[in-house]
């Protein structure tokens, strides 16, 4: 298994640990509910320096990243990102990313950890304009700080102002001592926070930087299963299971990131242009238990009349709830908030309904 430079440390904390698209990756350290709380009412640490990075420079950069995601990077100004998706040619998901305009004629790409060789293939296929790519991803680390505590934490390492740093901007400077830190007001917990980009010898140096001046306010590792549990709350896709290769982006509820702006020709547009027009027959949907169950990845979602009308997608206990919540896709006309569902559990109907997200308010 691939390590990252915190492996060690890691296992020194005592983490629980498991392989994650080929790394070797702390799952929990004191108990996934724990260290949710933690996230919600503090500071938590994540590594998450298995995610890949991508380059995108030269004159031809904005038309790459304009033919190859669905978003509008025209509009995304130098140090803002975007949450961004590469459509295949069939209205399916490549993967989800992120998009950071850099510097004027230079992009970064971030995407899924277990999508890193199939994007970078799909990437180097399809660049017919001439864009010159680097798959940066070996050669970058990443921790997200994120909690309401994280800013206060992070500015005690930084002279960069981070309040000036608005949701979804980002800058570079010093940070720990390290030069040239992305340093971004982005994360996937809907608790605030930031995430940092360096190179992977400074990786200690920075994670033992932010331990130590989180200190007082309890700052604690975190791994990918309270991620998880806190992505889910807000409702973020996880790709593998929210979205895929044959889930649109429009199914997804994510047409926000869909920009069929003119001069636009982004690959899958015809398809997802007549998806829009004459509508979805189904859609993902976020529910809660109304019964005491636990939905899981693959349980079939029936209508109130035990017709079965989709699947359970993502699922849980959600730590902040107390209850059971999950996404789904569902046939359209169940989609609606309010509308009464059954989650098959172990072949017997469990009573659910559909509900806006986020779940945590």
Not at 201 to 210: F, H, P, W, Y
Not at 291 to 296: D, L
Not at 305 to 330: A, F
Request: hydrophobic letters at 40%.
């Amino acid at each position: 298994m691939k390590t990252t430079p915190f492996t060690a440390q890691h296992i020194a904390l005592g983490a629980k640990m498991h392989e994650f698209a080929g790394y070797n990756m702390p799952i929990e350290y004191t108990g996934i509910i724990d260290e949710h709380l933690a996230v919600c009412r503090s500071a938590g640490v994540f590594d998450v320096s298995h995610m890949g990075e991508f380059w995108v420079k030269g004159p031809a950069a904005l038309s790459f990243v304009q033919r190859l995601t669905s978003n509008d990077a025209s509009a995304l100004p130098v140090g803002k990102a975007q949450y961004s998706c590469f459509p295949n040619d069939r209205g399916g998901i490549v993967d989800d990313i992120l998009v950071y305009h850099y510097e004027e004629q230079k992009y970064l790409l971030v995407v899924n950890a277990a999508n890193i060789d199939k994007d970078w293939d799909w990437c180097t296929r399809h660049n017919t304009m001439g864009a010159e790519l680097e798959n940066a991803s070996d050669r970058t680390a990443q921790l997200a700080v994120q909690g309401p505590k994280a800013r206060d934490i992070l500015q005690r390492l930084t002279p960069v102002d981070l309040s000036a740093i608005p949701y979804y901007a980002f800058t570079t400077g010093e940070f720990a001592g390290c030069r040239n830190v992305i340093i971004s007001n982005t994360g996937y917990t809907g608790a605030g926070g930031f995430e940092l980009y360096f190179y992977p010898d400074e990786g200690l140096r920075i994670s033992d930087a932010i331990f130590e001046a989180g200190k007082t306010e309890d700052i604690c590792p975190a791994g990918l299963g309270a991620r998880d549990t806190l992505r889910l709350e807000m409702g973020y896709c996880l790709y593998g299971n929210d979205i895929d290769d044959t889930t649109s982006p429009l199914e997804a509820g994510l047409g926000w990131i869909t920009k069929f702006a003119d001069g636009k020709d982004f690959i899958g547009r015809a398809l997802l242009e007549r998806q829009k027009k004459e509508g979805v027959a189904r859609r993902l949907c976020a529910f809660e238990m109304t019964e005491k169950g636990i939905p899981r990845h693959g349980y079939e979602i029936a209508g109130k009349d035990d017709r079965i009308i989709g699947s359970v997608t993502s699922g849980t206990i959600s730590p902040t709830l107390r209850k059971g919540i999950g996404l789904g896709y569902v046939e359209t006309g169940y989609a609606a908030a309010g509308t009464e569902i059954h989650i098959m559990i172990r072949n017997k109907p469990v009573a659910a309904k559909i509900v806006k997200l986020p779940f945590r308010k």
